[in-house]
């Protein structure tokens, strides 16, 4: 009878470690925080295990080990006393028709602003049918469709297989690989070379052109739109463009994401475009809905491009802060990887402090000037008051920046960082121009609307204030334009320099003055 007993048992537990899913540590802490999810996850990893589905359990667990660092927040638009106030965003055509609504609902509630209602965390709410549907179909494109045979595993997890683009909503309604599998199943028909992801991808961008555009009303819109709402608008942001079309690759078997820059260098706004992963790694950007890959090029200049990538990666700033540190808000990210060196020339930068830091700070942020405010957009390790910048855009102005309670405050002088890699130092000391003479107020802040960079004259009639630098802008007085230029004396010489018109949106580039002329930064 004991004999019976343990054989009993024995074969119990070979049977049972047989069943077991065999995670990786990371994905083992995935599940442990999934909270109530945790079911959803294990039942998904069971479902590929007890298929002998290896590989598809190997690119379910890949997924679980970065899914934390995945979410979608949803938004309110409330009132100084945190009082939310509708806004019915679908009832407006354009731009001006939605900022006329809010500035009417400030006139009569205050000041307004968008804060989180709820932030759901992709590993803690989504559903073990739609992450199978979504890892089943990914694998039929990769395996079935002729352009895809060339890549390998590799570049498949990072830029096919992932759910979601950016930050939109999960929505379950219905796969997007299922819609946009279906929507161009028949593609390879129409091709010359059914091996070339280029074509395919031009087909299927060629159809996107047709019935979704860009509209800057979107950037009043305080998420990413999904798939849902996308195909019931027809229309959206630079980010909605991009992640639509992530989604018609993807499901296609072709590898592609979005690049972005977070704020120009030498206009204000930011923008995110589309890239195909080639077989062998490089990327061919290219605008999607709008232009074809290999015929885009950027409207403004970029002292940073980065690639959103689903892994998270272990060098960015998010997993080096010490303590209770902060950083600002989108350099907090954990999954995108710095590609500025594909887009322009680039050098990195050293940097030598001689004032003394805030307390509790360990990096330095060089911060580029954008729609009014710097903004950073690199950082580095402060080490014994030194900071090496790495991969830096040329042709810039730049200012060193700490960030102390959620703010930016200067650390050194502005400089340029020249076209061959030096830097100008924007500290004119005792030195002053006998005379400024100022014909024109910015170049035309280029937008997706007019990147034409006209310069944009002064207006008769209207006030405007000359700013310097100087630890701050200085105000150096204001005047009225007439149809002659505006002349200012004894100004101080060898700074950066901001004209601004009276009640303007403060898009006005910044400058320096050299040998009696203007130069745009």
Not at 138 to 159: L, R
Not at 233 to 246: A, F, H, M, V, Y
Request: proline letters at 3%; hydrophobic letters at 35%.
């Amino acid at each position: 009878m004991k004999i019976k007993t343990i054989l009993f048992f024995g074969i119990s537990l070979f049977l049972i470690s047989c069943s077991m899913v065999k995670y990786t540590e990371q994905a083992k802490l995935t599940i442990q925080s999934a909270e109530k999810n945790k079911k959803q996850l294990k039942k998904a990893a069971k479902y590929f295990h007890k298929n002998k589905q290896s590989d598809r359990l190997d690119a379910l667990l890949f997924l679980y080990e970065n899914m934390p660092s995945h979410s979608y927040v949803k938004v309110g638009l409330f009132d100084e006393n945190e009082v939310e106030v509708t806004w019915n965003f679908s009832e407006f055509k354009d731009y001006d028709e939605a900022k006329n609504k809010m500035d009417s609902l400030e006139v009569e509630f205050g000041e307004l602003h968008w804060s989180k209602k709820e932030k759901k965390i992709d590993h803690q709410t989504i559903s073990s049918e739609f992450i199978i549907d979504n890892i089943d179909l990914a694998f039929k494109a990769w395996e079935n469709k002729p352009w895809s045979k060339e890549y390998d595993y590799t570049i498949f997890k990072e830029y096919i297989l992932p759910y979601r683009g950016s930050n939109e909503p999960i929505e379950s309604w219905r796969s997007w690989r299922g819609y946009f599998m279906d929507s161009y199943k028949d593609i390879a028909s129409q091709m010359f070379d059914q091996t070339d992801i280029i074509e395919a991808a031009e087909l299927i961008n060629n159809d996107l052109k047709t019935w979704f555009k860009f509209n800057s009303k979107y950037y009043l819109h305080p998420t990413d739109q999904g798939l849902f709402e996308m195909l019931m608008s027809k229309e959206g942001r630079c980010e909605d463009i991009t992640n639509l079309t992530i989604y018609a690759l993807r499901a296609n078997g072709i590898g592609a994401t979005s690049d972005y820059t977070p704020h120009w260098a030498n206009a204000g706004n930011n923008h995110a475009w589309n890239v195909i992963i080639m077989p062998d790694g490089k990327a061919t950007p290219f605008m999607g809905a709008e232009s074809d890959p290999g015929e885009y090029k950027l409207s403004s200049k970029a002292a940073k491009v980065y690639r959103k990538v689903f892994s998270e990666q272990k060098d960015n700033l998010a997993f080096k802060l010490i303590d209770d540190e902060k950083a600002p808000a989108w350099l907090s990210g954990k999954c995108y990887k710095d590609v500025t060196k594909e887009y322009t020339k680039v050098t990195d930068v050293r940097l030598e402090l001689n004032c003394e830091f805030p307390d509790s700070t360990y990096n330095l942020y060089l911060c580029v000037f954008n729609s009014g405010e710097w903004k950073a957009i690199h950082w580095a390790k402060l080490n014994n008051k030194t900071a090496n910048f790495t991969d830096m855009g040329v042709d810039i102005a730049y200012l060193p920046m700490f960030y102390v309670d959620e703010k930016l405050f200067p650390a050194a002088n502005p400089f340029i960082l020249t076209k061959n890699g030096d830097q100008k130092n924007l500290n004119g000391n005792d030195l002053f121009e006998k005379e400024v003479v100022l014909r024109s107020v910015t170049k035309k802040n280029i937008d997706r609307s007019n990147n034409d960079g006209r310069t944009v004259f002064l207006e008769k009639g209207e006030k405007y204030e000359l700013f310097y630098w100087e630890d701050g802008w200085e105000s150096f007085g204001t005047k009225t334009a007439t149809e002659s230029p505006l002349k200012f004396n004894e100004l101080p010489a060898k700074r950066l320099y901001w004209l601004v018109k009276e009640n303007s949106d403060e898009e006005e580039r910044i400058f320096t003055y050299d040998n009696n002329k203007q130069i745009w930064w």
